[in-house]
């Protein structure tokens, strides 16, 4: 993870947790449509927690993480529900869990660090399981106007770095916009993937 992008939500949870968004609600309810009930979930960057309390609303099991210790304590306290702080790097399951949901996080993964994250979340999912992502679209890499860094790649490049990190039975890659923390518009990937049986 990028050192200033880690202390930019460390620095401003609060402000963040503050944010109510909605605009997911519709592609969060189809991924946990593809999962059977109780399925167990890894949530990777969860923020304030608001699709974390989606899932644990809709009955299934919850790990839910944040790369920020400040974050996952905002969390944690909302939620009534634990929070880990957990770098990317640091996961190492394997076969631990039918899905995992990485809502607007590894898109600040460097560019040359991703297909190791994804190899690590490919390892960490069951046979079968499902993997959702997002990522702002682009050609190469930077930074946003809160100096942020983003990997900003393009869907065949993603396709690409996927398939170097694992075999999937699946990967779709669906488009659109979100308005970000800066109140900027930006176009997105989002990028659900299977892992195969």
């Not at 699709?51 to 920020?68: N, P």
């Not at 995992?100 to 079968?128: D, S, T, Y």
């Not at 946003?144 to 396709?159: A, E, G, I, K, V």
Request: glycine share 10%; proline share 4%; with cysteine.
């Amino acid at each position: 993870m990028d050192e200033e992008t880690l202390q930019f939500y460390r620095g401003n949870a609060e402000a963040y947790a503050r944010r109510e968004i909605t605009s997911r609600l519709a592609r969060l309810t189809a991924f946990l449509a593809r999962l059977a009930p109780g399925a167990s979930i890894l949530e990777l960057g969860c923020g304030a927690g608001g699709d974390t309390a989606e899932m644990l609303a809709r009955g299934f099991t919850v790990r839910a993480t944040d790369g920020s210790p400040e974050m996952a304590e905002v969390a944690s306290r909302r939620l009534g529900h634990p929070v880990e702080t957990l770098l990317f790097e640091q996961l190492d399951g394997t076969e631990a869990y039918d899905a995992i949901w990485a809502n607007a996080c590894l898109l600040h993964v460097p560019r040359p660090e991703l297909a190791g994250i994804l190899a690590r979340i490919w390892r960490a999912l069951k046979p079968a399981g499902f993997f959702y992502a997002s990522y702002k679209a682009g050609e190469v890499d930077g930074r946003d106007t809160l100096n942020r860094y983003y990997n900003y790649p393009s869907p065949d490049w993603l396709r690409a770095t996927y398939a170097e990190a694992g075999n999937w039975s699946g990967l779709t890659i669906d488009t659109g916009e979100v308005k970000g923390f800066d109140d900027k518009a930006a176009s997105m990937l989002f990028v659900v993937a299977q892992k195969s049986g």
